[in-house]
DNA sequence: TTTTGAGTTGTTCGA
DNA sequence: GTCGAACAACTCAAA
């Protein structure tokens, strides 16, 4: 295939190297621009005007188009409609072909597919390449063709089906056009404000990936397995964000994995590609249980826990300094996001997609994919094979994860001084010790809203409907 | 078709 | 406090 002039429309991948569509378009056409969309519709839906993922989003471009200009080119930016938006601007370009990279949300698919059937109108191609995964739905499958619902098994299959190939840089010389000066609309201009991304210390754009990724991959990389788990120890990359937007290459992650033998890291990566497989393959997870049956649990409806749940004040302190992280910064550990979301299904009873709906609009590496896919396994509704579902101890694993309560104390001041021995559950403190300390339960800092071992049973209760009967 | 081995991250109990 | 076994008990994926 040749063209003339063709289109690459950036969306979640905003960098200039190891870009697929990129490296296709100048591969097949003579010149290449490059724009990206603030779409309204995605922007319109977010519960408010502060937002860091979209400040995340405007400063990377800022850096893409420079890039993009250091090659002869630049990026166009439009404020609007991408249905509208993407085929008017080809048109007004006079592009053959429009490039992108395959997205796997259900939202995203309907748009895609309402852009295809306008440039069609107009008699211009529309190519989706693969890129924000090694392998896309449809090239992992069971030897009876059908996709795997369990991870191991996935995984297995994922590792045998790799070659050097599937993690190649994507790259193509060829030609930009050139286009007139930056025009990268402000915040302001999009109707957002500042938020605080600086200031809880994230970098945005190549440039602030290719930071994280020097510094983890120099010297925690090969130590990732033994300190991932804790969340006061700097032990994980920091990555997602990047990955989210695309400013670094999942393949030049995973060839750095390879290489290093990093065996539980890489683990992580495909869990990544898991996810944006059941998501491809079982869209209804959206709104539903992956395993139908969950969905005849019956959920508590209790705004007050959910809210205390959301505050970070239940009383559980690794519970609460994780929910006080993210909200502070937008991010939260991994081990942590499995305990919060425990402590939400199985000890205050509510249903996971209160949950998962708070993480989207807190996160700034938000992914529908993983978000859901996290959601649904600590909810027990997803992929898990096991034969029983897991109930996470709050107290044990703030033992085990956080064992000095250095995680806790950063984030809950007011237990700074509670001493090791209680820090994980201040309220067997005796009154008279509390009151020696200043850290009266129920005034400094809120009871436990939940008896775990109570809530225990009334989980146990609540998910017996979904055993099997005869 | 039937059988078999195994499943991200756990918890509790009793010695 | 530590350790190993029991818990619960199903379904996936391959042989």
Redesign the pocket.
């Known amino acids: 295939m040749h063209q003339e002039k063709a289109l690459v429309w950036f969306r979640r991948d905003l960098r200039d190297h190891d870009h697929a569509a990129l490296a296709a378009a100048l591969a097949e056409a003579g010149s290449v621009y490059c724009a990206f969309v603030f779409d309204r519709e995605i922007l319109d839906a977010l519960p408010t005007r502060c937002d860091r993922r979209v400040h995340f989003i405007r400063e990377s471009l800022v850096e893409l188009d420079a890039a993009l200009r250091a090659r002869g080119g630049g990026l166009i930016v439009c404020h609007g409609r991408a249905m509208k938006e993407i085929p008017a601007l080809a048109r007004e370009l006079g592009v053959t072909a429009v490039y992108a990279n395959r997205d796997y949300e259900p939202a995203a698919k309907r748009r895609d597919a309402d852009v295809v059937a306008a440039l069609a109108e107009s008699g211009i191609a529309f190519a989706d390449l693969k890129d924000q995964a090694i392998f896309d739905g449809d090239e992992v499958l069971?030897?009876?063709g059908?996709?795997?619902?369990?991870?191991?098994?996935?995984?297995?299959?994922w590792l045998k089906r790799l070659t050097a190939a599937d993690h190649a840089v994507a790259s193509a010389d060829g030609h930009l056009a050139a286009i007139p000066p930056a025009s990268i609309p402000t915040l302001a201009e999009i109707g957002f404000v500042e938020s605080d991304l600086q200031t809880v210390g994230i970098l945005p754009g190549m440039s602030g990936a290719r930071q994280l990724w020097d510094e983890f991959r120099a010297g925690r990389l090969e130590r990732y397995g033994a300190l991932?788990?804790f969340p006061a120890i700097k032990g994980v990359s920091y990555l997602s964000v990047h990955l989210r937007f695309g400013t670094i290459s999942i393949r030049e992650l995973v060839r750095t994995a390879l290489a290093s033998e990093a065996a539980t890291w890489l683990?992580?990566l495909i869990?990544r590609d898991?996810y944006f497989m059941i998501l491809d393959r079982f869209p209804q997870v959206v709104t539903a249980a992956f395993?139908p049956?969950y969905d005849t649990i019956r959920w508590d409806d209790w705004p007050e826990g959910l809210a205390a749940w959301q505050q970070g004040r239940t009383g559980y302190p690794l519970v609460d300094a994780a929910m006080r992280q993210l909200n502070f910064s937008g991010w939260m550990h991994?081990?942590l996001?499995?305990v919060v979301a425990?402590f939400l299904c199985k000890d205050l009873g509510v249903d996971w997609r209160l949950g998962e709906r708070y993480f989207a609009d807190q996160l700034n590496d938000f992914d529908l994919s993983a978000n859901n896919?996290?959601w649904q396994?600590?909810a027990s509704s997803g992929?898990?094979?096991?034969?029983?579902f897991?109930?996470?101890?709050?107290?044990?694993?703030s033992e085990?994860f956080d064992p000095e309560g250095r995680f806790i104390r950063r984030y809950v001041p007011e237990l700074a001084r509670v001493p090791d021995k209680y820090i994980h559950a201040p309220w067997r403190m005796g009154r008279l010790e509390q009151e020696a300390l200043g850290i009266v339960i129920g005034r400094d800092y809120p009871a436990p809203i939940v008896d775990?071992?109570a809530a225990?049973e009334r989980t146990l209760a609540r998910y017996?409907v979904v055993?099997?009967r005869d």
């Open positions: 069971t030897q009876a059908k996709p795997f619902s369990v991870f191991t098994p996935y995984k297995n299959a991932r788990d683990n992580e869990w898991f395993k049956e991994n081990r996001r499995m425990s896919g996290g396994w600590a992929c898990d094979a096991q034969p029983y897991r109930i996470f101890n709050p107290v044990t694993q085990n775990h071992a225990r017996a055993k099997r």
